[in-house]
C-alpha cells in the first residue's frame, strides 16, 4: 500500500479583543490594548517583569510592542539585546520613527537615542514630552497589545500617560515585603483615582529553590502579592521565583521565556502572561456589553 505523505502548515494567532476607545483609537489606530507595568517603588523587578511578558505574549501569537517609559533609567535595550538606533520613515505627510525588533516584539526606548553612559538630565516634562512621542512619532502599526514599561513611583510620566492615552489596565508589580507591599498599595490607589482598571498583581522573588537541594527559602518573607491582591480584590496573576538565571538573561539580552522554553520559571512567566490575556479579554468583554433599558411611559 502506498501512502502518500502531506506537508501541512499550521499558524497560530492569537485572538486578541480590543479596547474600543476614540481617544486611544486617535492616537494609535492600530493598537488594540495599552498595558502599563508599573510598581511603587524600584528594585521589585519590574523591567524583568514587563520583558517576559512581552516576549511571552508574542510567543502565543500576539503582535506585541513595548514601550521604554522608564526615561531616567532605560534598561529594555540591555534585556533585550539591542545596541541600534531606529530608523526614521518619511513621507509628505508625516514623518516616524521605525520600532526596533527582537524576539518577535516591536521596541522603542531613549536608550536607543542617547549614548550608553549619558545620563538624561531632563526635567519632567520633558521626559514626559518623550513617552508621548514614543506614542505618536513611532510607527507601531497593528498590535494586539502595547506594553508601557514604567518608572518606579507615581510621578509625572505616569500621570502624562494616563492623561495623554485611555490605558486598558495596569499590572503591579511587587516583592513579598511589607515594604514593597507599601509603595505597591500606592500605586494601586494612584492608578484608581485616575480610573485605570488594575488587571492583577504579579509578585516577583515570590521563593529561591535550592538547586543542590531542592528545599523551598521564603527570602522575602511570602504571601505578600496574593494577599495584597485579596485585600483589593484584584487578580493575583502568579508568583515568579528567584533564580540567577532569570538575572542573567537579563544582563545577557536574553529572555527566560525564549532562553530556556520550557523550564520551570520560563513556565512560571508564561501562565502569568497567559492570566494577564484573559484579564484584558474580561475587562474589553465587560466594557463593551452594556444593558439598555427602556422606560415605556404608558405604564
Known sequence: MKINLVEIDINFESKVNAHKDPKKDAILPGVKNTIAIASGKGGVGKSTVAVNLAVALAKDGAKVGIIDADIYGPSIPLMLGINKKPQIFQSKETMKMIPLFNYGIKIISIGFLIDDNAPVIWRGPMASGAVKQFMTDVDWDELDYLVFDMPPGTGDI??????????????????????????????????????VPILGIVENMSYF??????????????????????????????????????????????????????????????????????EVKKRNSQAGSKVEIVLDNDD
Not at 521565583?241 to 520551570?264: A, L, N, Q, T
Open 158 to 195: 505616569q500621570l502624562t500617560l494616563v492623561q495623554t492615552i485611555p490605558l486598558t489596565g495596569a499590572v503591579i508589580v511587587t516583592t513579598p515585603q511589607e515594604v514593597s507591599l507599601i509603595d505597591a498599595r500606592k500605586a494601586l490607589k494612584m492608578f484608581g483615582r485616575v480610573n
Open 209 to 278: 529553590i535550592a538547586p543542590d537541594t531542592g528545599k523551598k527559602y521564603d527570602i522575602f518573607g511570602s504571601g505578600g502579592g496574593s494577599a495584597l491582591a485579596k485585600d483589593t480584590e484584584t487578580p493575583f496573576l502568579g508568583g515568579i521565583p528567584i533564580d540567577p538565571r532569570i538575572r542573567i538573561g537579563g544582563d545577557k539580552g536574553i529572555p527566560i521565556v525564549f532562553d530556556m522554553p520550557g523550564s520551570e520559571h520560563a513556565d512560571v512567566m508564561m501562565s502569568i502572561a497567559r492570566n494577564l490575556a484573559d
